[in-house]
């Protein structure tokens, strides 16, 4: 299931917590308010243990695995169980998922030098370039946008999760992986799907902000935006490893 | 070569991202109909019908039950 349909469920839910949180928003002082300011910042915090942790796992590999199994889990607490307790749980997220990444990197790395730092800058590339367009109002998320993104989301989760599946009985699906046309097309797709993400994301903050939204949506926006950016960091990473194994 | 330009563009939209975020978004882009509903609010019109149909219009009557009787 994906982040967006969750916040969607909690958007309208009949605990009092959060349909006060959105429906009235005058009980929070300005202090208590969620701003943008914040949740930049907030980004910026998770960005860096996000490469603290990273720095750990290119150092010792073998913490890839607690690294992505622990930090999958924090994702599903946070996004299911707690999304109030977003800022306990986010900075843990960062760290064990950086490990995570870390590990993946670097053997990426050894197998094409240099990949690593591609896929790191194309990540923030399009990072700053979809903010630019989402701000200035050059792309416009609108229901019928969320609805497109949300089931292209949803539909690349099942397709991992078959081929996940597949996996345990010595099969798979095959193109998935393939450096072939198709297997770089449908990289291409998919790390494009992940970067409309990124415009909800951009948009849900947005939104929180004007709101004025209790202050722990601070984290949980910046989490979101973290979910969004591991993944498509990750796919960059294959797209280009594809293409450079042709 | 490479190094460098990756380098430089992945610090660049970091400091573009940590000050264009805390900008506001345009007009433009806020103030559409079209906007996507985060929070789940009541539209407006199906708030109406749902206080509509609560309401009796007309005058009250007082009912006696003894007045039967």
Redesign the interface.
């Known amino acids: 299931m994906s982040k967006h349909s969750a916040?969607?469920t909690f958007?309208?839910s009949g605990n009092p917590a959060f349909t006060r949180n959105?429906?009235n928003t005058e009980t929070f002082s300005q202090t208590e308010r969620m701003t943008?300011?914040g949740?930049?910042n907030k980004?910026?915090i998770l960005?860096a243990l996000c490469f603290g942790g990273a720095f750990a796992g290119w150092n010792v590999p073998a913490l890839m695995y607690p690294g992505a199994i622990i930090g999958f889990v924090l994702a599903l607490v946070t996004i299911f169980r707690s999304p109030s307790k977003a800022g306990a749980t986010a900075p843990f997220y960062a760290a064990f998922q950086g490990m995570a990444l870390g590990g993946i990197t670097f053997f990426y790395e050894m197998q094409f030098p240099?990949i690593a730092?591609?896929a790191?800058?194309?990540?923030?590339?399009i990072?700053?370039?979809l903010?630019?367009c989402?701000?200035?109002?050059l792309i416009?998320?609108?229901?019928n946008?969320?609805l497109m993104v949300v089931s292209a989301t949803m539909g690349i989760m099942l397709l991992y999760f078959v081929s996940f599946i597949m996996s345990f009985f010595g099969s798979g699906i095959g193109f998935i992986h393939s450096n072939g046309l198709f297997g770089i097309g449908l990289s291409l797709f998919i790390v494009g799907i992940a970067s409309l993400n990124l415009v909800?994301d951009?948009?849900?903050i947005?939104?929180?902000a004007?709101?004025g939204l209790p202050k722990y949506m601070e984290w949980y926006g910046a989490f979101s935006l973290m979910v969004t950016l591991i993944w498509l960091y990750l796919e960059i990473l294959r797209l280009l490893a594809k293409l450079r194994s042709r | 070569m490479?190094?460098i330009?990756?380098?430089?563009?992945?610090v660049?939209?970091?400091y573009?991202?940590?000050n264009?975020?805390?900008?506001?978004?345009?007009k433009?882009?806020?103030d559409?109909d079209?906007?996507?509903?985060?929070?789940?609010?009541r539209r407006r019109d199906v708030q109406q019908n749902r206080d509509g149909s609560k309401i009796i219009e007309g005058s009250a009557e007082e009912v006696d039950d003894g007045a039967k009787k």
């Open positions: 916040l969607n958007g309208r959105f429906e943008l300011d949740a930049v980004t910026a960005l240099g730092l591609q790191i800058g194309l990540t923030f590339g990072l700053a370039s903010l630019f989402y701000k200035s109002g416009k998320p609108t229901e946008f969320r909800l951009f948009d849900y947005e939104d929180g004007d709101r | 490479n190094t330009f990756f380098g430089l563009l992945a660049l939209s970091l573009i991202f940590m264009l975020g805390k900008v506001r978004a345009s433009k882009q806020m559409r079209d906007r996507i509903n985060w929070g789940g609010k």
